[in-house]
Nanobody, 119 residues
Framework: QVQVEEFGGGLVQPGGSLRLSCVAS????????MAWYRQAPGFQRELVAA???????HYADSVKGRFTIYRDNDKNTVYLQMNSLKPGDTAVYYC?????????????WGQGTQVTVSS
């Protein structure tokens, strides 16, 4: 059974930091691209950051220089280090696991974790 679970959300003041974790079980983790998305009320879900199987990264312009995505294949975990948080970063953050071979395997989503940036 495949499970994708996010951890680490919460309430933080502007300028603060949080680290999100996503643990994926039941898949061959190293064969999946991993990504973080977020969705704020009234807005569409948007890509925040992504990491390839070899560690290449991509970031939304709005988070470049503030967020860092990295993965630990031995722990089946992907992280999102978020620094210099702004109220505009408030959203539910979702973890996505996307297979390299999408013709044979499915993509998976976590249930989401709330991040609230407020004073």
């Amino acid at each position: 059974q495949v499970q994708v679970e996010e951890f680490g959300g919460g309430l933080v003041q502007p300028g603060g930091s949080l680290r999100l974790s996503c643990v994926a079980s039941g898949i061959t983790f190293r064969r999946y691209y991993m990504a973080w998305y977020r969705q704020a009320p009234g807005f569409q879900r948007e890509l925040v950051a992504a990491i390839t199987t070899f560690g290449g990264t991509h970031y939304a312009d709005s988070v470049k220089g503030r967020f860092t995505i990295y993965r630990d294949n031995d722990k089946n975990t992907v992280y999102l280090q978020m620094n210099s948080l702004k109220p505009g970063d408030t959203a539910v953050y979702y973890c996505n696991a996307d297979p390299v071979d999408s013709s044979k395997y499915d993509a998976y989503w976590g249930q989401g974790t709330q991040v609230t940036v407020s004073s």
